[in-house]
């Protein structure tokens, strides 16, 4: 299927990571031009050379940026440097994101409290209010910001991950309502774990070889395996496209289940 992307340009923070730069390769694959955009510059750079290299004559063209999203003017900066390279931006994947601590409330180091805050929410707040005003004056635009099943549930001993994901939701479903009758859509995603080629262990492989962790949420996922990037990149794709003009303001879970009661 056409999702209707050649020569749209599309800026994905965190790019340089797992989903990320599963996001910013599919969307080239559409023809979308993508904005590789990380605080990481030799990983944004790698995953921009690898698009480039790999791409053929239908693909888009993939920029590497180097970009600290709590900095409000370098974010400025970035997104003008995108501006000049292509002309706007279309489409916006609110990637980036911390998701390192594992502990409970009384323990919880203040410090990563802070810096989860001021990455996950504030840093997309950031990028969010430099692009979607844009998008509406230029009557088009597509925002997919990723949350997570933690920020749907929460998440047992990630208080300040689980909070700012489910923040991305408020936001992100703001932005489909004041985007709505300016051609401009914006969705959420919450995915499961994702683990790459890991993914289709079962939980006692994964147990053995892997991460205890990550085979008690296989243990409760109904498909009883976990995903990939590219299950979470092709629903980014999706909602970018022309097909999707329909869709805001939803919240889409990619999780093999893991959302549903079973028993």
């Known amino acids: 299927m056409d999702f209707g992307l050649e020569g749209r340009t ?7 990571g797992r989903i990320g730069s599963a996001d910013c390769r599919i969307l080239a694959n559409e023809g979308a031009n993508v904005v590789v955009l990380d605080v990481d510059a030799d990983g944004a750079d790698r995953v921009a050379s690898e698009i480039n290299e790999e791409g053929d004559a239908d693909s888009g063209a993939a920029m590497a940026l180097e970009c600290d999203l709590t900095d409000r003017d370098d974010v400025a900066a970035s997104i003008a440097d995108v ?11 609110n990637n980036a994101a911390m998701v390192d601590a594992r502990s409970r409330v009384d323990g919880y180091d203040d ?8 990455i996950n929410l504030t840093g997309t707040y950031n990028v969010s209010k430099e692009v979607f005003p844009r998008m509406c004056e230029r009557g088009w635009g597509r925002v997919v910001t990723m949350s997570s099943m933690a920020g749907w549930y929460g998440g047992f001993g990630q208080l ?12 992100g479903r703001t932005m489909a309502l004041e985007g709505a009758q300016s051609g401009v859509t914006s969705n959420v995603v919450a995915p499961n774990i994702v683990v790459g080629a890991w993914a289709e ?13 990550y085979a008690r949420i296989a243990e409760a996922t109904p498909m009883r395996h976990l995903g990939t990037e590219e299950d979470v990149a092709n629903m980014v794709a999706y909602l970018c ?18 959302d ?3 028993f």
């Open 241 to 258: 496209s022309e097909q999707a003009s329909y869709v805001t303001g939803q919240v889409i879970g990619v999780t093999g289940g893991v």
């Open 201 to 213: 262990m079962g939980p006692e492989e994964l147990s053995e070889h892997v991460d205890e962790y």
């Open 260 to 262: 549903l009661f079973s």
């Open 160 to 171: 300040s991950y689980s909070a700012t994901k489910a923040a991305m939701i408020g936001l």
């Open 83 to 93: 501006r000049d390279a292509f002309g706007g931006v279309d489409i916006l994947v």
């Open 10 to 16: 599309a800026v994905a923070t965190g790019g340089a």
């Open 111 to 118: 410090d990563v409290w802070e810096r989860d805050v001021e």
